[in-house]
């Protein structure tokens, strides 16, 4: 029986040391670096493994002029210390890429002589670390003891990412941490990345410039919003206007009973464009005092950038439908721009109900304090059928009407 008893705590043991640390620490990144989504700053991160990588990166990056951290090994920054005192002249931070730390020794006895061979070959203090592919809890404590803020990144692009600029951008948000890996980048992806960012407001800042977000629960949203981006193909939409842009968008089928306004029945099944609100926009203006009238002005402007997406971009060609939940109506906003309303029912209306409403509490100024009043919002779907939709809102459709 004791034997059964030493066998159980080993592996609790294990799994705190290894799974649940990752988990913690590696997912939702506890104690790592991640913005808090203010002030529209990305911070774009490299690994960086080889002397060719390293010195093609930073010729990406002069000819883009944008500011990068660059993580390398001590080892590499050992046998390449002219390419260390490139990186730290054009502007940009060396940051030490640690070893894979699998036992208690390895952070402790690691770190210290990495992070000093770093300093002394750039004659830069170092201040920022990422550990290898896993993070433990042995790499995070050894990270802590040694002074170290952690960086690993909420958007990783690895190497062989098809179109590794678009889909950066794709799903990039404000505040974020994007990891690259610089094997393998194409020519100009810096530049191409910078001017995708642009488009969707956001530009590339440095570590420094990134406001940590202190809310353990936001976080654990970040890296959900995350994984639900990149596995159905959640974008951006671009404001027009060059501010913060309102929507995403992306392909899906309506789930739900039949939507029906005059003839027009939608059913289960047909293919439609998904709009959501972006949280960051909405966590930054939301309790500020704004009229009706500029909610409607807005609300019509992001609309049309969603309406000339739908139209020119080949992914919405069989789309019949523009939908979205919310339970955000202010001052019958919806309805004065001409979008049609139907309460949500059945059990998705419940689940629907729960999830924005804990979304509002997360991303709202007041957070949970404004819990109570969402919770007796009703969830509603927004819609039109496509060609309504393009005839109001796309700006040559409206001509020809």
Do not use: K
């Not at 910078?194 to 406001?211: F, K, P, Q």
């Amino acid at each position: 029986m004791a034997a059964v008893y030493a066998a159980g705590a080993l592996i609790l043991l294990w799994a705190l040391v290894y799974p649940c640390a990752h988990f913690v620490f590696g997912r939702l990144q506890l104690w790592s670096l991640m913005g808090d989504g203010r002030d529209g700053v990305v911070a774009l991160t490299y690994d960086v493994e080889s002397r060719e990588a390293w010195g093609a990166t930073l010729e990406d990056l002069g000819a883009a002029q944008i500011p990068a951290a660059l993580f390398v090994t001590a080892g590499l920054a050992r046998a390449h210390p002219e390419l260390c005192r490139r990186t730290v002249a054009a502007g940009h931070v060396l940051g030490l890429r640690g070893r894979q730390a699998l036992w208690p020794r390895a952070p402790w006895s690691a770190l210290g002589r990495d992070r000093a061979t770093l300093e002394a070959v750039s004659g830069e203090p170092v201040v920022w670390y990422r550990p290898g592919r896993v993070e433990t809890l042995f790499s995070v404590l050894g990270a802590r003891a040694a002074g170290l803020g952690q960086v690993l990144g909420q958007v990783l692009i690895r190497r062989g990412t098809p179109a590794p600029a678009a889909t950066a951008a794709r799903l990039a948000f404000p505040g974020v941490v994007l990891r690259v890996e610089a094997e393998g980048l194409p020519t100009g992806f810096a530049a191409d990345l910078a001017e995708r960012l642009r488009e969707v407001s956001l530009s590339c800042g440095r570590l420094s410039d990134i406001e940590p977000e202190r809310s353990l629960i936001r976080r654990g949203w970040y890296w959900w919003e995350g994984e639900f981006t990149r596995r159905y193909g959640v974008e951006t939409v671009p404001a027009s206007d060059g501010g913060a842009p309102v929507f995403r968008m992306s392909v899906d089928r309506y789930r739900g009973p039949p939507l029906i306004e005059g003839a027009v029945r939608i059913t289960e099944g047909t293919p439609m464009a998904e709009v959501h609100f972006v949280n960051q926009t909405l966590g930054r203006e939301s309790g500020a005092p704004t009229g009706v009238l500029r909610v409607v002005v807005r609300l019509r402007r992001a609309f049309s950038d969603v309406a000339i997406r739908m139209r020119d971009d080949p992914r919405y060609a069989d789309c019949r439908l523009v939908a979205g939940v919310t339970v955000l109506d202010v001052g019958d906003s919806i309805g004065r721009i001409g979008l049609w309303r139907t309460p949500a029912r059945g059990r998705r209306m419940w689940f629907m109900r729960i999830y924005l409403v804990f979304l509002m509490a997360i991303f709202h100024r007041q957070g949970f304090r404004v819990f109570a009043r969402f919770a007796r919002l009703r969830p509603i779907w927004v819609w039109l059928p496509r060609e309504e939709f393009l005839a109001r809102f796309a700006p040559e459709e409206r001509a020809r009407r």
